[in-house]
């Protein structure tokens, strides 16, 4: 099976920036798509971004298009998201999961079989 590890978090002020990693074993991680999910206090855990088996196509929920990037490097068996022009409203334990079906970019947690155990994000204003 796979087992992810996240790190990266921590607390930055608004507009700053973080990078995620998500650090994975298991010899089938090139066959999983790939993806970030979050979940502030209170609230229900929700879709940020997805990437596909090769990297090739990639999925961001809108409220982080254009501000936040998925990449991953299949070689290191890591998985990134690259968080800019951060909000407070970006506030949440940030999740990777890996999909091992991998036929596309799913924005439904139901659709990923492995999930890290998260790391803390903060944003002050």
């Known amino acids: 099976q796979v087992q992810l590890v996240e790190s990266g978090g921590g607390l930055v002020q608004a507009g700053g920036s973080l990078r995620l990693s998500c650090a994975a074993s298991g010899r089938t991680f090139s066959r999983c798509a790939m993806g970030w999910f979050r979940q502030a206090p209170g609230k229900e855990r929700e879709f940020v971004a997805a990437?596909?088996?090769?990297?090739?196509?990639?999925y961001y929920a809108d409220s982080v298009r254009g501000r936040f990037t998925i990449s991953r490097d299949n070689a290191k068996n890591t998985v990134y998201l690259q968080m800019n022009s951060l909000q407070p409203e970006d506030t949440a334990a940030y999740y990777c999961?890996?999909?091992?079906?991998?036929?596309?970019?799913?924005?439904?947690?139901?659709?990923?079989?492995?999930w890290g155990q998260g790391t803390q994000v903060t944003v002050s204003s």
């Open positions: 990437i596909s088996r090769s990297g090739g196509n990639t």
């Open positions: 999961a890996a999909d091992s079906g991998g036929l596309g970019t799913s924005t439904f947690g139901y659709d990923y079989d492995y």
